[in-house]
């Protein structure tokens, strides 16, 4: 087997299963990585400087086709009703007939790190077989010093194989595609997929199983830090504006994705950002958007001109076009991935039925119900014909990575906020004026300016009205924020039919939590939404 990269009889023995690759390439650089990818046929160099890859089939996760191996230890740890159970003895089998299948070919090798704190962090090997996918992870995740790497020794390991086509009845999957987690042994295998968001949600779901234990917070969130040291944390879903809302000049950004709370405070789980870049902006995101012109950036699924510029309006391929990039391109960027217990906490929706205000001032109670609820609403398909949004409701704000039950995180968060006296906000940055279709995107200055009121804590010196439907409290007027937008009601020509609206998204609420209830106190019970009583 020939090697290339840092020569290391460790990683050898650690990674004997691939005695049979042809060659294996560990930790190469950016620069290495560029010339594999294109030599191999699998990426192309833009007019700017980055590398464009395409996933085909995949644009996204496949959260059905993904497993945990059900064994003694994780019997009665994991959440089954959002988990699917994979036994050890089919594990074992697609382990071996992956790596048989690795015979032969040329394999990539990263050594890196989940977590930045070092007492949490997970030592993570990461094998594939596209160089791409390589220089994919090796953005996304923390480099440890290269001087270190003789004695890296792996908790987690990463096989990642989009070549292979799993056989579902030989492997207990559900199709050729499979992301099994042995979270026991710390293994995690990959095939059927180029689609790379796959390896990073992979380290999320294990780091999400491992740390409550431990008493530490893992959250899908965004996070940044102010010059006085206050730490910000924005849950939300895809969309939501996590990654654009986080990346403030005026703050130093922590991360734009997962991170965890612990006993000194926030910690990031990556050392990159892998941000959406369908219909991406200079204006709007000029941080985000520079990295896209810059080497070493990673385009995924972005249509290029003939000319090989990126057109990010296009989103013929995928609405899920996105770009990886190392944190410290963006140049507010912490260098530890480190701040202390947040003063705020955010939580983002994009309300696509035009019933939530911009923002709202939640209690613990009402932080927890909304964290359990993890509500947003997408626009359903295409925008063609269809004006009718969907519903989500993603527990924690990211269900499909929570191995345990939800309530296991949303007790873990109330009592970290009631501990550290955290703020907590609602910000919809979804529709105003009517539902999608009618109305229009809630328009982004406008929520950055209640953002930074809210950061700053001027936003607690403004009259505040119960909102009638969901009961938390919605600032009555805030400089430079036309008023009515603050109240969406008096922003619809027709308020019988906001009203209809309403009660509808309410119904929602109140149906979705139903499977919580047994789970959390009678506190967190009464913050759920009612029905208005009166028209105003």
């Not at 699998?42 to 996204?60: D, K, M, N, S």
């Not at 704190?117 to 030592?123: Q, R, S, V």
């Not at 119900?369 to 990211?398: D, W």
């Amino acid at each position: 087997m020939e090697q290339f990269g840092i020569h290391n009889p460790a990683i050898q023995l650690a990674t004997a299963g691939f005695g049979n690759a042809r060659s294996v390439r560990y930790n190469f650089t950016a620069a290495s990585l560029y010339e594999e990818s294109i030599r191999r046929g699998e990426a192309e160099l833009t007019a700017h400087g980055a590398l464009r890859a395409l996933t085909g089939q995949h644009t996204g996760r496949s959260p059905k086709d993904k497993f945990v191996v059900r064994d003694a230890n994780t019997d009665g740890e994991i959440w089954w009703d959002n988990n699917k159970p994979m036994s050890p003895e089919h594990f074992a089998l697609l382990k071996a007939d992956m790596l048989a299948h690795a015979a032969g070919k040329e394999l990539f090798v990263q050594d890196l790190i989940g977590g930045a704190d070092e007492t949490n962090a997970l030592p993570t090997r990461v094998v594939t077989e596209l160089a791409w996918h390589s220089l994919f992870i090796r953005n996304l995740l923390i480099r440890p010093e290269r001087s270190t790497l003789e004695s890296f020794a792996p908790k987690l390991t990463i096989i990642d194989l989009p070549t292979f086509k799993a056989d579902p009845e030989r492997y207990g999957c559900r199709t050729e595609t499979v992301i099994a987690c042995d979270l026991t042994n710390g293994e995690i295998l990959i095939a059927g997929t180029f689609y790379a968001g796959e390896m990073k949600k992979s380290v999320f779901t294990a780091l999400n199983y491992l740390l409550p234990a431990k008493g530490v917070m893992p959250m899908h969130c965004s996070a940044n830090v102010g010059p006085n040291g206050d730490a910000a944390v924005f849950f939300g879903l895809s969309g939501t504006g996590k990654t654009t809302l986080s990346a403030d000049p005026a703050r130093t950004l922590i991360g734009d994705d997962e991170h965890g709370w612990g006993e000194d405070g926030i910690f990031n789980f990556e050392g990159g950002c892998y941000a959406k870049t369908i219909r991406l902006s200079l204006e709007a995101e000029p941080e985000i958007y520079a990295t896209t012109q810059r080497f070493g950036t990673v385009l995924e699924n972005v249509v290029l001109d003939e000319n090989r510029v990126p057109d990010f309006n296009d989103g013929s391929l995928t609405e899920n076009t996105r770009c990886a990039y190392p944190l410290d391109f963006i140049p507010n960027a912490s260098k530890s991935g480190l701040a202390g217990h947040p003063k705020t906490i955010i939580m983002l929706t994009a309300d696509a039925f035009g019933v939530m205000p911009p923002i709202a001032k939640l209690t613990p109670d009402q932080a927890m119900y909304h964290f359990l609820s993890g509500y947003t609403a997408k626009v359903a398909g295409t925008e063609r014909g269809v004006t009718e949004p969907e519903a989500t409701f993603s527990t924690c704000f990211g269900a499909p990575f929570m191995p345990r039950h939800p309530s296991e995180y949303g007790n873990l968060l109330k009592e970290l906020i009631g501990r550290h006296g955290v703020e907590c906000w609602l910000v919809n940055t979804g529709w105003t004026g009517g539902a999608y279709g009618t109305g229009k995107r809630m328009p982004i200055k406008a929520t950055r300016t209640l953002l930074a009121a809210a950061l700053s804590g001027e936003l607690n010196k403004a009259d505040f009205r119960a909102d009638s439907n969901f009961g938390f409290a919605v600032p009555v007027a805030v400089a430079d924020v036309e008023t009515a937008i603050l109240d969406p009601r008096s922003t619809w020509a027709d308020a019988d039919a906001y009203d209809a609206q309403a009660t509808k998204l309410v119904t929602m609420f109140i149906d979705n939590f139903a499977k919580f209830e047994e789970h959390v106190d009678g506190g967190v019970r009464d913050a759920a939404p009612g029905f208005r009583v009166a028209a105003e």
